[in-house]
């Protein structure tokens, strides 16, 4: 009997599942946020300010959703760039719906200027930033990945 599963993280008979080498995975997790903010330092203090601030979300909420990923065989740096985009966007939308309802409920309506200000700025930035983890998270563990691996 197969079982039927909405889930991405468990197989199912009609959807073939890629191994993910772990020795590649966890070195391309750990070392993405590292790498893209000793790269982004001297441009910027941005990416470097990221590893502190959005490392531990990178971690909680992106290391099942790239594996999942992987689990799917998909390694495309592309692919990924969007995973993160659509994922800081999941994210973003019930904090903003959840901050503009207790700016209303506490009646400060004036106030609606400057957080939507202050939370897009950082919205775009995390954005931006889980994108470029993402492809750089793929494209180390593509180039990691023990090509005696099974696949």
Request: no cysteine.
């Given at each position: 009997?197969?079982?039927?599963?909405?889930?991405?993280?468990?197989?199912?008979?009609?959807?073939?599942?890629?191994?993910?080498?772990?020795?590649?995975?966890?070195?391309a997790?750990?070392?993405?946020?590292?790498?893209?903010?000793?790269?982004?330092?001297?441009?910027?203090?941005?990416?470097?300010?990221?590893?502190?601030?959005?490392?531990?979300?990178?971690?909680?909420?992106?290391?099942?959703?790239?594996?999942?990923?992987?689990?799917?065989?998909?390694?495309?740096?592309?692919?990924?760039?969007?995973?993160?985009?659509?994922?800081?966007?999941?994210?973003?939308?019930?904090?903003?719906?959840?901050?503009?309802?207790?700016?209303?409920?506490?009646?400060?309506?004036?106030?609606?200027?400057?957080?939507?200000?202050?939370?897009?700025i950082?919205t775009?930035?995390?954005a931006?930033m889980?994108?470029?983890?993402?492809?750089?998270?793929?494209?180390?563990?593509?180039?990691?990945?023990?090509?005696n691996?099974?696949?």
């Amino acid at each position: 009997m197969t079982g039927i599963s909405i889930s991405p993280l468990w197989p199912t008979a009609n959807r073939p599942q890629a191994l993910v080498d772990p020795v590649a995975f966890t070195l391309a997790l750990v070392l993405t946020p590292l790498i893209v903010g000793v790269l982004g330092a001297p441009v910027l203090l941005i990416p470097t300010f990221a590893v502190v601030f959005g490392g531990p979300a990178y971690l909680l909420i992106g290391t099942p959703l790239m594996w999942a990923a992987l689990r799917r065989g998909k390694t495309d740096p592309d692919y990924f760039f969007g995973l993160g985009l659509k994922t800081i966007a999941a994210i973003a939308a019930p904090l903003a719906l959840f901050a503009l309802g207790q700016m209303t409920l506490e009646g400060r309506p004036g106030e609606l200027g400057t957080l939507a200000t202050t939370f897009a700025i950082f919205t775009a930035i995390s954005a931006v930033m889980a994108g470029v983890w993402g492809a750089m998270f793929a494209s180390l563990y593509r180039r990691l990945r023990n090509p005696n691996f099974p696949a």
